[in-house]
């Protein structure tokens, strides 16, 4: 595959002597390099160098149209809008498209069209901190790149809820969504229209949406039993009935995070601790809990919820083997949960008693 340097300069060697011995290559110019060569010399270049390169000759361009199904241009601090409106008529065949913008945004509506108008294949898209885009590129989207299976679109904050909405009932085949900080896109009425149309969805984030309620969060739940990563940090309005909702619906649930989501109690920890339980036969819980496989909470962040109590996160905590509070392998956080501190994962309860076990030297 172009562009992922996965072939040894050696090879493009044997490749070449091959090519030669069996009077194959006859190359007096550039232009006369074998297509089956040119791909392998290609596949070792960066998206930049593959880029330059498509513009060498027709056969170059060619090469490069063919193999390339991946592209980042997130190095592309100026003039990323005219290059990528150059670009997406060539790579047709692309699958996955990197756009994240770090610095100044360049983006705009008519790039994304043109994605749209040419590359049907798409299926990883990063529009992230595309400032300047508006609700022309949602739709464009929904009728060109229909198989698109992850989008990101964090801090996209011009989008609308219609616009996302409008977007999801032609783009099913979602399972990664980043949705996080786009404030006037990520509604309960979208997250409503993801529930009906998105069911094999996965990961989604919504950070710092702070219009969501638990009305989208449990459509969600109840749409998308698959979901494996939520992120609902700053999500200030959900409540326990929020959790208890993931907690029942979706048994593959691994990573939540509700940071700074103060309406939360123990009734919702004690949900998740119970809601695994309840989902699974008794002989595959065992199993679980003996193998520590990868079934249940992996992660969780609860930070700055300050209403819970030790005894409900402690719960939640013996639930999950693979949540961690020792050193090192943090993974049940509770910063600026004082009274949390005496919460401690298996792991961690062993090693005190390993260490109580030996006597202290004298002093």
């Not at 989207?141 to 299976?149: E, R, S, V, Y």
Request: with cysteine.
């Amino acid at each position: 595959m172009v562009g992922e340097g996965n072939i040894k300069a050696e090879d493009l060697n044997l490749c070449f002597e091959k090519l030669k011995m069996e009077g194959r290559v006859m190359i007096t110019d550039w232009k006369d390099i074998p297509m089956e060569l040119l791909l392998q010399i290609l596949a070792l270049a960066d998206d930049q160098t593959v880029i330059t390169a498509s513009g060498v000759c027709r056969g170059w361009r060619d090469a490069a149209c063919l193999g390339l199904t991946r592209l980042s241009l997130s190095w592309c601090t100026k003039n990323m809008n005219c290059l990528v409106l150059s670009l997406a008529p060539k790579f047709t065949r692309l699958q996955t498209l990197i756009l994240r913008q770090d610095h100044k945004p360049q983006l705009q509506d008519n790039a994304v069209e043109s994605i749209a108008n040419f590359c049907h294949d798409l299926q990883v898209l990063d529009l992230s901190k595309s400032f300047k885009l508006s609700d022309r590129s949602l739709y464009a989207l929904a009728h060109g790149c229909p198989n698109l299976t992850k989008l990101n679109i964090s801090g996209c904050s011009a989008f609308s809820d219609i616009a996302l909405e409008y977007l999801v009932g032609f783009c099913q085949k979602l399972e990664v969504l980043n949705l996080c900080g786009c404030v006037r896109s990520a509604s309960d009425r979208a997250l409503q229209a993801i529930g009906r149309y998105c069911s094999q969805l996965q990961s989604l984030n919504l950070g710092w949406c702070e219009d969501v309620s638990d009305v989208g969060v449990m459509s969600l739940a109840h749409g998308c039993p698959d979901l494996r990563t939520v992120d609902l940090c700053g999500c200030v309005l959900i409540s326990d009935d929020s959790v208890i909702a993931l907690a029942n619906r979706c048994p593959h649930l691994q990573s939540l995070d509700l940071y700074y989501c103060k309406n939360i109690t123990d009734r919702a920890m004690y949900s998740l601790a119970q809601g695994l339980v309840k989902n699974k036969p008794a002989a595959m819980w065992e199993s679980r809990k003996a193998t520590n496989d990868e079934e249940g909470l992996r992660t969780l962040n609860i930070s700055q919820c300050t209403a819970l109590t030790p005894s409900a996160v402690q719960a939640v905590c013996d639930s999950f083997p693979a949540l961690h509070t020792c050193s090192g392998r943090h993974s049940l956080i509770i910063s600026g949960c004082l009274n949390l501190t005496s919460v401690h994962c298996a792991c961690a309860v062993q090693a005190h008693r390993t260490a109580n076990a030996f006597p202290h030297s004298a002093h």
